[in-house]
C-alpha cells in the first residue's frame, strides 16, 4: 500500500477533501460537456443560412430557369430545406405542408442583385428572383429548441447523482460521529460498561478509542470508589456495635436517649449506603417471591395507621399475582410513607394500588408543603435534599428516595416524582408482574 493511499485511510480531511475534488471535477464535466452540447446545437443554426449565403447562386442554377422541379426536388432532399418557387401561372413547393406563408414575409437585408433576405416569426427565407420566377429557401422544420432543455435536464439530473452519491459517501464517512454520540448518551445515563465498536484508522477511530478508554476510566473509578464505600461501611460496624454495646451499660438519661438517636441514625445511614450499592450493581441479586400484590402493599400500609393526619387506602378489587423481592419492596414503601409523613404537615396520605397491562402501580400521595420544580430532576439522587440546611427536624440524609429508585429499577420498573408548592408531592412506582430476568426466560 503506497504512502499517499495511507494518508488517505487514515485521516478523515484527506478523505473529504477527496470527496468534494471529485464533486466539484464532476461538475466542471457535466458543465463543459452541456455547453458544448448546447453550443452544438445553437451552432447547427447558424451554419445552415451561411452556407445558402454562399451558395445560393449555384442552388438555383442547379434548378434552372424555368425551373427543373425534379432538381428541386433532390435539392431539397439533399439539403433538408423547403424550396418554393412562384410565378403568376405556378405555385410549386417541396413540403406540401408548406410550414410558412412566405407571402407575410417581410424584407429583411440584401445578399446580391438578385437575392434577398426576409423573414418571418423571427426566422429568415432567402428569397431569389431569377427569370420571372421567385424562389424561396427556407429550413425545412425549425430546430427544436427543446433539444437544449434536454441537455440542461439531462446536466441537472447527472448533478443530482453526483451530490446524492457525494451524500451517500459523506454519510458513511460520518457514521463513527453518530455511534459517538449514542454511545456518549449511553455512558452519560451511567451504562459504563458500554464501548463503541469500530475498526476506523482514521481521526474518528482514535477519538472512539479515546471514548472507550475514558468508559474504562471511569468504571475503574467509580468501582474503586464503590468498593472503598463497601469496605468502610463494613469496618465502621464493627465500632458502632460496641458504641450500642457500652451505651446499654449508661445510666438513664437525655443524654443517652440522644446519643442512642444518634448511634442509630448512623447505623440506618450505613444499612442504607450498602443496600444502595448492592442494588446499584449489576449483578445484584433478588430474593424472589410470589405475592398477593395488593394484599402485600395493604399489609405494609397497616404498620402506619397510627399516622396522626390519617391513611387513606384507594386499593383496587382485583388482585395479582407478582414476583417481587418482598423485604426490598417493603423497604421501598415504607420509605415512600415515612417520606410523605415527614413532610405531609400532619394532613391525610392517600396511598393507591392500581394495575395497568402487567404491571402494579403503587402511588403515594401527600399534602404537604411539596417540591419546588428546579428540585425533582435531582430528588432520586444520593444524598439530595431539597433542604439545603439538611436540618435534623426534617429527617434523613437523602438516601430514602434513592434506594427507591433503585429498588424499582432492580425490579424492572421505575418511580416518578410529581410535586408542587403547597400543593404535595405525589410519587409513583410501577413494577412489572415479574423481574425482567424472569419474564426474558418465559420468553425463551
Known amino acids: 500500500m503506497t504512502p499517499l493511499i495511507q494518508q488517505v485511510r487514515k485521516s478523515l480531511f484527506f478523505r473529504l477533501l477527496l470527496i468534494f475534488g471529485v464533486t466539484v471535477l464532476c461538475f466542471v464535466i457535466i458543465i463543459y460537456v452541456s455547453l458544448r452540447a448546447v453550443n452544438q446545437e445553437t451552432g447547427a443554426i447558424e451554419t445552415i443560412p451561411d452556407f445558402f449565403t454562399r451558395n445560393v447562386e449555384s442552388i438555383i442554377e442547379d434548378i434552372g430557369t424555368p425551373p427543373n422541379l425534379s432538381n428541386a426536388m433532390r435539392l431539397a432532399d439533399e439539403l433538408d430545406w423547403t424550396i418554393n418557387i412562384r410565378n403568376p401561372i405556378m405555385r410549386w413547393t417541396s413540403d406540401p405542408d408548406n410550414r410558412l406563408d412566405v407571402d407575410q414575409s417581410s424584407y429583411s437585408r440584401t445578399l446580391t442583385n ?105 468504571q475503574s473509578m467509580l468501582e474503586a470508589k464503590r468498593q472503598l464505600l463497601m469496605a468502610i461501611s463494613h469496618e465502621l460496624r464493627t465500632p458502632i456495635t460496641k458504641a450500642k454495646l457500652r451505651m446499654e451499660f449508661m445510666p438513664d438519661s437525655d443524654e443517652k436517649e440522644h446519643l442512642k438517636e444518634d448511634i442509630d441514625e448512623i447505623d440506618l445511614l450505613i444499612t442504607d449506603l450498602l443496600e444502595a450499592e448492592r442494588l446499584n450493581n449489576d449483578h445484584s441479586v433478588l430474593v424472589e417471591e410470589p405475592v398477593n400484590f395488593v394484599e402485600f402493599v395493604a399489609s405494609v400500609a397497616q404498620h402506619f395507621e397510627d399516622y396522626e393526619g390519617g391513611i387513606i387506602p384507594e386499593f383496587t378489587e382485583e388482585d395479582r399475582d407478582f414476583t417481587i423481592d418482598k423485604l426490598r419492596v417493603r423497604l421501598l414503601i415504607t420509605n415512600l410513607i415515612n417520606n410523605a409523613m415527614r413532610h405531609g404537615e400532619g394532613k391525610p396520605i392517600t396511598i393507591r394500588v392500581s394495575f395497568m397491562d402487567d404491571r402494579g402501580i403503587i402511588e403515594v400521595i401527600d399534602q404537604g408543603e411539596g417540591i419546588s420544580e428546579e428540585h425533582l430532576s435531582h430528588l432520586s439522587e444520593p444524598f439530595y435534599r431539597a433542604d439545603s440546611a439538611r436540618q435534623r427536624n426534617t429527617g434523613g440524609f437523602g438516601l430514602g428516595l434513592y434506594l427507591c429508585k433503585l429498588i424499582a429499577q432492580a425490579h424492572g420498573g421505575e418511580l416518578i416524582v410529581k410535586s408542587a408548592i403547597g400543593e404535595g408531592t405525589h410519587i409513583t412506582v410501577n413494577l412489572p408482574d415479574k423481574p425482567p430476568h424472569i419474564a426474558a426466560v418465559e420468553s425463551d
Do not use: C, W
Open 114 to 218: 438578385d437575392a434577398e433576405v426576409r423573414s418571418i416569426d423571427a426566422e429568415d427565407i432567402i428569397m431569389v428572383r431569377r427569370g420571372g420566377y421567385d424562389f424561396y429557401l427556407y429550413q425545412r422544420s425549425r430546430i427544436d429548441t427543446t433539444i437544449d432543455l434536454v441537455v440542461l435536464y439531462v446536466g441537472l439530473t447527472l448533478a443530482a447523482i453526483v451530490l446524492l452519491l457525494n451524500y451517500f459517501m459523506v454519510n458513511k464517512l460520518l457514521n463513527p460521529v453518530r455511534l459517538l454520540r449514542r454511545g456518549a448518551e449511553r455512558i452519560r445515563q451511567g451504562d459504563l460498561s458500554f464501548r463503541v465498536k469500530t475498526n476506523r484508522q482514521d481521526e474518528l477511530g482514535e477519538l472512539t478509542e479515546s471514548i472507550n478508554h475514558m468508559a474504562d476510566s471511569l
